[in-house]
């Protein structure tokens, strides 16, 4: 995991163009594992020659290559004459880094295809904006959450956990503070992932049943100090968390502190297991159930940072891993998250939307809602010019 191996067994070069993976026994998801970044076959002539720039100009296997890459300016891609699929259909893919007005650049069709500027997205959510004809939503395969450490008090209780889950309004959240730019997690799986589960049973914001089940906890009227870290750099805290604080001390009569820390710490700690509370996220690698419910709540799973362990859980993820059905696996995969949710190790909060402006031109154009972009089939119609 740390990138250190001085050799890999189960990799065999056959020739120039071939490699033979041997794995150790099936795995179900092996070959959506094979569409992340880190499975890219890369130039290592390249990256020993010259290990610290070879990412400026880089000898890839996709159907572009780098033309010219300023930093801070812009990143210029043309078709990889090579590529084992045949070459993609635009000429070049110009990405610009300078900044100024998307907007403007956009409305002076400058730009064919670009994220909405945060000032503009409530008038484009609307319909009020005049961008907002070019408005074309993107939900991602990622979920934001709300941690709790299961071995630490007072989240050691599943009942405040519950308590918790329920006294946590995310809805008023999302109409008031982000004008419905999100779309509210019932569950862990995002709803454009193979295998989602429509039928996932959660926590309804319910503070009368929140503090009932405060209520019940051993940690009723002796709660301990609680302390939610999120990564920042001092100020006041976002808005979403101060709005969770005063949703939690309305409902629960808990007052929750809230902590920044800087990026490197947060993660440290985050390893360590040794937050109490914590807010983050997670962005699909690839698109399959098991890397959101297996990575993230598998008892061996190093990220696995509420500390929670589940037998039953480990023994449907290990099956899950392993069947070649897709739908006995997902069942599979539904019949964790379930578990999992009813043990709320985490409060999820929102699945991401990526809200783009996109010209009636651009055709074929799809965000596959990862970190990987997919620009080979994207046309640009001239029609009418």
Request: proline share 8%.
């Amino acid at each position: 995991f740390n990138g250190r191996a001085d050799d890999i067994s189960g990799v065999q070069v056959i020739d120039e163009y071939t490699l033979r993976i041997e794995l150790d026994e099936p795995v179900s998801y092996f070959l959506q594992q094979l569409t992340y970044t880190v499975a890219y076959v890369v130039d290592q002539d390249q990256i020993e020659d010259d290990p610290n720039n070879w990412t400026r100009r880089p000898n890839g296997t996709g159907p572009f290559r780098v033309k010219t890459f300023r930093p801070l300016e812009e990143i210029v891609l043309i078709p990889n004459d090579r590529y084992h699929l045949g070459p993609p259909r635009v000429d070049e893919i110009v990405f610009s880094l300078s900044g100024g007005s998307l907007s403007t650049r956009f409305q002076n069709d400058e730009i064919h295809i670009a994220i909405v500027p945060a000032p503009e997205l409530a008038g484009v959510l609307s319909g009020e904006s005049e961008l907002a004809e070019f408005y074309r939503p993107s939900p991602q395969l990622s979920i934001s959450y709300l941690g709790m450490n299961v071995n630490e008090p007072p989240f050691d209780d599943p009942l405040v956990r519950q308590a918790f889950a329920h006294a946590t309004n995310r809805q008023a959240v999302n109409e008031v503070l982000y004008f419905d730019a999100f779309i509210v997690a019932d569950g862990i799986l995002p709803p454009t992932l193979p295998g989602y589960n429509e039928s996932i049973s959660t926590y309804p914001y319910d503070p009368e049943r929140a503090a009932e089940l405060l209520a019940q906890s051993r940690y009723a009227g002796n709660m301990p100090r609680i302390v939610l870290t999120f990564s920042g750099t001092g100020g006041d805290p976002p808005d979403a968390l101060q709005a969770y604080q005063q949703q939690w001390r309305d409902a629960l009569g808990v007052e929750v502190e809230v902590e920044a820390i800087e990026w490197a710490a947060y993660l440290r700690e985050l390893r360590r297991g040794t937050l109490q509370m914590y807010a983050t996220g997670w962005i699909a690698d690839y698109a399959d159930p098991e890397n959101f419910v297996g990575k993230l709540f598998s008892s061996d799973s190093r990220i696995n940072h509420s500390n929670y362990s589940n037998p039953r859980v480990d023994a449907l993820l290990e099956e899950a891993a392993t069947l070649q059905d897709p739908e006995a696996r997902y069942r599979l995969y539904h019949e964790a998250e379930q578990i999992i949710i009813d043990d709320a190790p985490i409060i999820p909060t929102f699945w991401a939307i990526r809200h783009y402006l996109v010209r009636e031109c651009v055709q074929n154009w799809v965000d596959p809602g990862t970190i990987v972009p997919k620009y080979r089939f994207i046309e640009i119609d001239t029609s009418g010019e």
